[in-house]
């Protein structure tokens, strides 16, 4: 079976994040003055082969956790949905 | 004294950790590529400054995977003397080698400048020719040295002398935690540093207080080995 | 036909051409060529050979005037770039190339790929890179738009060059409207090669290999070259644009030169614009020889490419190499060890045709002489323009808005003169560990390994001169840049150019072309510094509106021992301050084409005359201030360029030495304030300020006699960091050193970071 994850790296709510900070602060200056607070991260797509959902569950967990990610200062959330091969 | 200065795909200060070795001490120094699985023959290991693979994902993500890295954390576990120099300190706290993280400059932008730095602890393999407290002038040069540790491993740093350089205070350039610009680990043998040591060895390039770091890795090496 | 594309017929009835960018006659000028109708690709690689941007069809009646030989030239123009030799066996390699219109579409991207483009040129030539330097032009700062282009330009080449390992050692930054919707991106790049490493870009040898290298092929700006020849950018789509890959091209980097190393290379050239089209042609071109090139042999990303688009496609990062026949396991193996592609994909011929096969299918046949020997010229009109003859000699009256001092203020933080200190703290201008004089003095040095010799590099154009005066104010260009490097203590060896005007096809354009091309020619004759290479960037118009004519100069100069290296900044209190030329130069010349009557006069400060500039005058000053720092006479040394006489001194106090200056000028008669305006930030060209210790005075001012170079005492430097400027007894200007230099040091942070 055939899986796309589709990750949302940001870092953690206790690091402070300058570049969601610019981001904040420019759109309030384009009058976007409702905007409370913005986190600047990366997507990442990754498509792989899994034999079933909890296999493909644990793949991405364990590649979010050795490589993709930083634990030191980055937190993760993904979707997982199978596609055509 | 045999050095290896670790070149990933992507590293561009592996030349001039060379030329700060062989400049500044009697011992030798060499590239050595990194799918090198051994490095039992050398004394003395610096993962230089650079971009490996581009900084792509994070810098130092994927070098920490090269296969030289399993035989840079023997060597350091063995006690041998293991430095990594801004990109070098982002391999290694990547790989475990060294607590904490770099995060992107608190600015938003690369930044080259000559930094001041206190030098905080002498009782290292790196800073014994130092003064505690003197303020030294040595060159950054990057867009995520911005060191991050959570409370209790800052405290933790501080606890065990671990911190062995800060940038002066008011003169931060990228925002790290306690002004951090160097940390040891526990055992001391293993140093991550964002400033270039290798950038500050001769007056022509704006400072020489450089060399000292060099030497007193040196010295450490004499007083085990003797000279050779 | 194959792929859908339209048939020969059809690329003639429906005029397809035309949308190429080829004429009426330039068409039937390819039919003559090859006997027949061109096909749909054949008439692609015909538009892309023969555009503006490739075949310099405008420009190059007018780089013929160029001189371009010298005993120390190995190469010039006509390679990748041009080699200098500095003996030891040694030699510089360097170019300079403009990105111009990529940059006003994406900043970041377009500076970007304008740093790495100008990178492969220089290893091409089998030289180590060693030094980058940028001329760029903006509007002005106070427009959102001028900010973006010119931060993310900014972001782009520190990307590019801190990634690769390049040091990026200087340039220049000038913000003015003209450049408002056309920002100026020129790059230069400079390495250093042993004499018997030189390689070329020679498809020689019938039968040896053809290897594409680096980098897949995509569809990345296909018909960029042609794009960058048509007006207004903005028209075009965004997709034409490519993007870099810095860590790819420090592997390419790496192995290209491993590569050479083995000296089983024939020919190598850079996949630039046009990609593999003007590459492949361009080396069987110089070689006299032909190609075959099956293009299905060439690695891809994308699927589906047509020969067109292979031929067309602008994918960064990609070199052509010939290799000696049977030796292409080599290259595989050095490619393979960095982690790139390396694939023959055709090889060389000895009948002249650039043969582009699919398979089976030829898919292009043009005999080599036709894309690259007979591209046409356009010879075009040149007309004087009327503005020219009504320019005022007079001194202009500006209203001073409260004290001298506030004027001196408020020119130091013009974008223009403040501290670039914004932009180069953004660049590693320090990898290499070779950096001897970092950005900021008149001259970045580099040294040379293994020997007592440095390098230093400058670049400097003034548009506004060179609109006001394209004959001189081309000239001036060349000679600020000897001064520059000069001043550092250097002796100019060559220069290389980057030619940046409006649409050629204005007969008023083309005259400034031609006339600051001849200006050039001139100086770089009368100060021994041949034309090495660069290039030409014309359509830098839009809405109507062209830039100023602006030739940019990158000059080399070499320092025979490190000793000699000079910098700008004040060293002690106690020393003397003198000028080389003449002190009062501006009573006479005025304020024309100066910063100052741009700042207090927006609405005419295009209508004065520009200051006289006489070639023996400058080269007088330049030899006694050289032979003074060969003679250990001088401690800084600092020309006298944008804002005049009082900007020079006050960035000389600026350090970190924190220094004071005090100067007495003592004019033979009374001055009005227009006069001192004049004096003080008059433009005037030939001045160099220099600081001597007490001792050495007599011998300063012997060596300027004895040259005829006037030479006056201005004053000293003093250690309370004051700077203060009388006249006879009177204090006419005097602030805090830290007054100028926030107001210097902060304003160009003060838009960005605000």
């Known amino acids: 079976m055939t899986w796309q994850a589709l990750i949302y790296v940001t870092l953690k709510g206790s690091v402070l994040d300058p570049q969601g900070t610019a981001v904040t602060k420019a759109l309030h200056a384009m009058q976007y003055t409702n905007v409370h607070d913005v986190r600047v991260g990366k997507y990442l797509e990754v498509v792989f082969d899994a034999d079933n959902e909890q296999a493909a569950n644990e793949q991405v967990q364990a590649m979010c956790a050795k490589f993709l990610t930083n634990p030191v200062i980055e937190t993760y959330t993904y979707r997982l949905a199978e596609v055509a091969s | 004294m045999k050095t290896a200065v670790i070149q990933f795909p992507g590293s561009n200060c592996d030349m001039d950790a060379v030329k700060a070795v062989q400049s500044t001490t009697a011992g030798t120094a060499e590239l050595v590529w990194h799918t090198t699985k051994d490095l039992s023959a050398y004394d003395v290991i610096v993962v230089p400054g650079g971009f490996s693979y581009g900084d792509y994902l994070r810098a130092g993500a994927i070098a920490r995977f090269s296969p030289v890295m399993d035989a840079v954390a023997t060597e350091a576990l063995r006690g041998k003397l293991v430095m990594g120099i801004c990109n070098g300190f982002q391999v290694l706290t990547e790989a475990g080698l060294l607590p904490g993280a770099l995060r992107q400059n608190e600015s938003l932008q690369f930044r080259c400048e000559m930094a001041q730095l206190v030098v905080e602890n002498t009782d290292t393999p790196y800073t014994r020719s130092y003064h505690e407290g003197e303020v030294i002038r040595i060159p950054i040069a990057h867009g995520e040295g911005n060191y991050y540790a959570d409370d209790a491993t800052v405290q933790e740093l501080e606890k065990n002398e671990q911190i062995v350089f800060r940038y002066r205070k008011e003169h931060n350039p990228n925002g790290s935690v306690g002004d951090i610009a160097g940390i040891v680990n526990k055992n001391k043998n293993v140093l991550g540093m964002m400033p270039h040591p290798e950038r500050a060895v001769h007056e022509l390039l704006g400072s020489a207080d450089g060399v000292r770091l060099f030497t007193s890795i040196f010295t450490t090496w004499r007083d085990a080995h003797g000279t050779r | ?754």
């Not at chain 3, 330049?622 to 001194?649: E, N, P, R, T």
Request: proline share 5%; with cysteine; aromatic share 6%.
């Open chain 3, 1 to 754: 036909m194959a792929h859908g594309e339209p048939t020969p017929q059809q690329v003639q009835e429906q005029k397809i051409y035309r949308t190429f960018g080829l004429t009426e006659e330039e068409y039937e000028k390819i039919i003559a060529s090859l006997g027949r109708l061109p096909n749909y690709t054949e008439t692609g690689i015909f538009s892309v050979m023969w555009s503006e941007h490739c075949s310099y069809k405008s420009s190059r009646p007018v780089l013929r005037r160029f001189p371009t030989t010298g005993e120390r030239v190995l190469q010039g123009p006509g390679e990748n770039a041009g080699i200098v030799d500095i003996g030891d066996n040694l030699a510089v390699v360097f170019k300079m190339e403009s990105h111009n219109h990529p940059t006003a579409i994406e900043p970041y991207q377009g500076a970007a790929t304008g740093v790495g483009g100008i990178i492969r040129d220089i290893f091409t030539m089998g030289a180590r890179p060693i030094a980058l330097l940028n001329s760029l032009r903006f509007g002005e700062l106070n427009d959102a738009h001028n900010r973006y282009l010119f931060s993310h330009s900014v972001e782009g080449i520190g990307g590019y060059g801190n990634c690769i390992g390049i040091p990026t050692v200087g340039g220049e930054v000038v913000f003015d409207n003209r450049y408002t919707h056309n920002p100026l991106v020129n790059a230069m790049c400079v390495g250093l090669i042993a004499h018997d490493k030189i390689a070329t870009g020679t498809a020689s040898g019938t039968n040896n290999p053809v290897l594409v290298v680096g980098a897949k092929t995509g569809r990345d700006g296909i018909h960029g070259a042609t794009f960058a020849s048509t007006q207004d950018p903005h028209a075009k789509e965004r997709s034409a644009v490519q993007v870099g890959d810095p860590f790819m091209e420090k592997l390419l980097l790496e192995a290209c030169l491993e590569l050479i190393d083995t000296g089983k290379v024939i020919g190598i050239q850079d996949m630039g614009a046009a990609g593999l089209t003007s590459s492949s042609a361009e080396m069987a071109s110089r070689a006299g020889s032909g190609l075959v090139l099956d293009v299905t042999k060439v690695p891809v990303r994308e699927t589906a490419m047509t020969p067109y688009e292979m031929m067309l496609s602008e994918s960064q990062e990609r070199m052509l190499v010939v290799m000696e026949k049977g030796e292409e396991a080599i290259a595989y193996e050095i490619f393979e060890k960095w982690g790139l592609e390396a694939t023959a994909i055709g090889h060389v011929t000895d009948d002249g045709f650039l043969r582009i096969v699919e398979g089976e299918t030829v898919a292009a046949q043009i005999p080599v002489t036709a894309l690259v020997d007979e591209a046409p010229i356009a010879y075009r009109a040149s007309l004087r323009p009327r503005y020219l003859d009504e320019l005022r000699v007079d001194l202009p009256v500006c209203q001073v808005a409260s004290s001298m001092k506030d004027e001196l203020v408020a020119l130091l933080s013009r974008e223009t003169i403040a501290s670039k200190e914004w932009v180069y703290d953004q660049y590693d201008s320090m990898v290499r560990t070779e950096t001897f004089v970092r950005p900021g003095s008149d001259a970045a040095v580099v040294g040379v390994p293994g020997t007592k010799k440095a390098l230093a590099f400058v670049t400097d154009g003034n548009g506004r001169y060179v609109y006001l005066d394209p004959h001189q104010g081309g000239a001036m260009a060349v000679a600020e840049a000897a001064r520059n490097l000069v001043c550092s203590g250097a002796q100019p060896l060559a220069v290389t150019d980057c030619l940046n005007y409006g649409n050629p096809e204005k007969p008023e354009i083309f005259y400034q072309l031609e006339q600051s091309a001849d200006g050039i020619s001139r100086a770089c004759e009368v100060f021994a510094t041949p034309v090495i290479g660069g290039n030409v960037s014309l359509y830098n118009e839009s809405h109507g509106i062209d830039i100023y004519p602006t030739p940019v100069i990158g000059m080399v100069g070499l320092i025979e021992d490190v000793k000699d290296i000079m910098t700008s900044d004040l060293k002690a209190s106690g020393h003397a301050l003198y000028l080389l030329g003449d002190l009062f130069a501006g009573l006479d010349d005025g304020l024309g084409g100066s910063e100052y009557l741009l700042m207090r006069d927006p609405m005419h400060h295009l209508d004065y005359a520009l200051p006289t500039f006489v070639f023996d005058d400058e080269k007088g000053v330049q030899d006694v201030c050289l032979q003074a720092i060969q003679q250990g006479l001088l401690h800084a040394a600092h020309d006298v360029s944008d804002g005049g006489l009082l900007v020079a001194l006050a960035e000389m106090a600026m350090t970190e030495n924190k220094l004071g200056v005090q100067v007495r000028l003592s004019p033979d008669h009374a001055l009005s304030t227009n006069d001192l305006l004049a004096v003080f930030f008059g433009e005037s060209p030939s001045r160099i300020l220099v600081e001597v210790a007490k001792q050495n005075e007599q011998a300063l001012t012997s060596l300027a006699t004895m040259h005829g170079v006037p030479c006056v005492r201005l004053g000293e430097v003093t250690k309370d960091s004051t700077f203060t400027v009388y006249i006879d007894q009177d204090v006419v200007v005097q602030a805090p050193v830290q007054e100028l230099e926030s107001a210097w040091r902060g304003a160009i942070g003060s838009w960005m970071n605000g």
